[in-house]
């Protein structure tokens, strides 16, 4: 990983979980009619960190699950790769509920089209709102988070890389120059 800068260290990502759980509270007027759905892999552990923070705050913890949108991705028929194929597992009836969809980057826009599919596989919510740990620009699609953490505008030669502890042994947000993509 080519580090062009540490954009948010281990404090500033808890102030940052926070944040948005009083955001995602305040907006839906309370916690008693949301789900929490996080989109694998880090948007689980995220998802899973604003469920408990929600839970200190509202003193209620909304269902939480996670979403796997590997097949319903536009692009997974074009990869060279035998796409990885994780499980969903949301086990609560999403009708008539407030969906908070969470990742960890918003970049094009793809995954997070995909996972509005899948979502609507499972049912009708009354709506599906979207909360990302950080924007990076370069949309593709029409797609805005409802609740962001930091908004990081880049270039198309970088990238944001998430680190979590669940997965990376320690909590941080990096700017990183891309790789090279060339075969």
Same mark, same amino acid.
């Not at 793809?110 to 049912?123: E, K, P």
């Given at each position: 990983m080519d580090i062009k800068a540490k954009i948010v260290d281990e404090e500033g990502l808890r102030r940052t979980i926070t944040r948005l759980a009083h955001e995602i509270i305040e907006k839906n007027k309370g916690s008693k009619n949301i789900v929490l759905i996080g989109m694998r892999t880090r948007g689980e552990f995220i998802a899973e960190r604003i469920k408990n923070k929600i839970k200190e705050i509202d003193n209620y913890e909304p269902p939480f699950g996670v979403l796997d949108v590997t097949l319903y991705r536009d692009d997974?028929?074009?990869?060279? *790769?035998? &796409?990885?194929?994780?499980?969903?597992?949301?086990?609560?009836?999403?009708?008539? *509920?407030?969906?908070?969809?969470? @990742?960890?980057?918003?970049?094009?826009?793809?995954?997070?089209?995909?996972?509005?599919?899948?979502?609507?596989?499972?049912?009708? &919510?009354?709506?599906?709102?979207?909360?990302?740990?950080? @924007?990076r620009g370069h949309r593709e699609m029409p797609i805005k988070a409802d609740f962001v953490g930091k908004n990081i505008p880049t270039s198309i030669n970088e990238e944001i890389k998430v680190k979590l502890k669940e997965i990376d042994g320690e909590d941080s947000i990096y700017l990183v120059n891309a790789p090279n993509n060339k075969e």
């Open positions: 997974f028929r074009t990869r060279l *790769k035998q &796409p990885e194929v994780s499980v969903t597992n949301i086990t609560f009836d999403i009708n008539e *509920k407030d969906v908070i969809l969470i @990742d960890d980057v918003l970049y094009t826009g793809r995954t997070a089209r995909a996972a509005l599919d899948a979502i609507m596989d499972l049912g009708r &919510p009354n709506t599906i709102q979207l909360c990302v740990l950080v @924007d």
